[in-house]
């Protein structure tokens, strides 16, 4: 078994562990569901090396039944079909512009707003290239299950502006990119878009 498929356990086991204390009303299975957190994280710790209470904070106590996260990004290309990438500020790697969806905007809206904050350009998400699931893909370990939407955008304005929480903004041919920061997009990933953009390929990529 890899790391990609013991996480996926760890975190299907952390789910059981948080829905049981949500609707637990005993002691005795408050107790076990609580070992059961306990178990879990310090699994989530081996694998990941995020150290224990770091964890605590990035799992408190649910307060409704616990489900994915969603990463909404965006590919655009230039003119001559580079591909815009932000250097993130948090490991100084490169992906493409997005970010988490946001309660009370769309997806579409999410990544129009995160390409605004980080590139300064408005733009047009024209269509859903592909749902990942990141269990399905070489990411690093990372705690939270994670469904990644990618969408074609078309730009409306010109000028890059980098935003304040990213370090950079360019545009890299597809056989030139650069060091990706691969908790958020894989080269693989950005090939399969890539091609999917140049040959008008309008199917939608579901894991």
Same mark, same amino acid.
């Given at each position: 078994?890899?790391?990609?498929?013991?996480?996926?356990?760890?975190?299907?086991?952390?789910?059981?562990?948080?829905?049981?204390?949500?609707?637990?009303?005993?002691?005795?299975?408050?107790?076990?569901?609580?070992?059961?957190?306990?178990?879990?994280?310090?699994?989530?710790?081996?694998?990941?090396?995020?150290? &224990?209470?770091?964890?605590?904070?990035?799992?408190?106590?649910?307060?409704?039944?616990?489900?994915?996260?969603?990463?909404?990004?965006?590919?655009?290309?230039?003119?001559?079909?580079?591909?815009?990438?932000?250097?993130?500020?948090?490991?100084?790697? $490169?992906?493409?512009? =997005?970010? $988490?969806?946001?309660? =009370?905007?769309?997806?579409?809206?999410?990544?129009?707003?995160?390409?605004?904050?980080?590139?300064?350009?408005?733009?047009?998400?024209?269509?859903?290239?592909?749902?990942?699931?990141?269990?399905?893909?070489?990411?690093?370990?990372?705690?939270?299950?994670?469904?990644?939407?990618?969408?074609?955008?078309? &730009?409306?304005?010109?000028?890059?502006?980098? =935003?304040?929480?990213?370090?950079?903004?360019?545009?890299?041919?597809? @056989?030139?990119?650069?060091?990706?920061?691969?908790?958020?997009?894989?080269?693989?990933?950005?090939?399969?878009?890539?091609?999917?953009?140049?040959? =008008?390929?309008?199917?939608?990529?579901? @894991?």
């Amino acid at each position: 078994m890899n790391n990609s498929e013991l996480l996926t356990l760890i975190t299907q086991l952390r789910s059981v562990a948080d829905i049981g204390l949500l609707y637990a009303k005993n002691e005795y299975d408050i107790e076990r569901y609580t070992e059961l957190q306990h178990i879990s994280t310090q699994m989530l710790d081996n694998v990941t090396d995020f150290g &224990a209470e770091t964890i605590k904070m990035l799992f408190p106590q649910v307060q409704d039944y616990p489900t994915a996260k969603v990463d909404i990004r965006g590919i655009l290309l230039s003119p001559d079909n580079k591909i815009l990438l932000a250097r993130e500020s948090t490991d100084g790697k $490169w992906s493409l512009p =997005g970010g $988490w969806g946001d309660i =009370g905007y769309s997806p579409k809206e999410v990544i129009i707003k995160e390409f605004k904050e980080e590139t300064g350009l408005d733009i047009i998400p024209e269509r859903l290239l592909a749902i990942f699931d990141k269990k399905m893909h070489p990411h690093p370990p990372q705690p939270f299950y994670v469904y990644k939407m990618v969408f074609f955008c078309k &730009a409306i304005s010109l000028t890059l502006n980098k =935003g304040f929480d990213v370090l950079d903004v360019q545009y890299f041919d597809i @056989d030139q990119l650069p060091e990706l920061s691969e908790d958020r997009i894989l080269k693989s990933q950005i090939e399969l878009l890539y091609h999917k953009v140049i040959s =008008g390929d309008t199917s939608v990529q579901v @894991d």
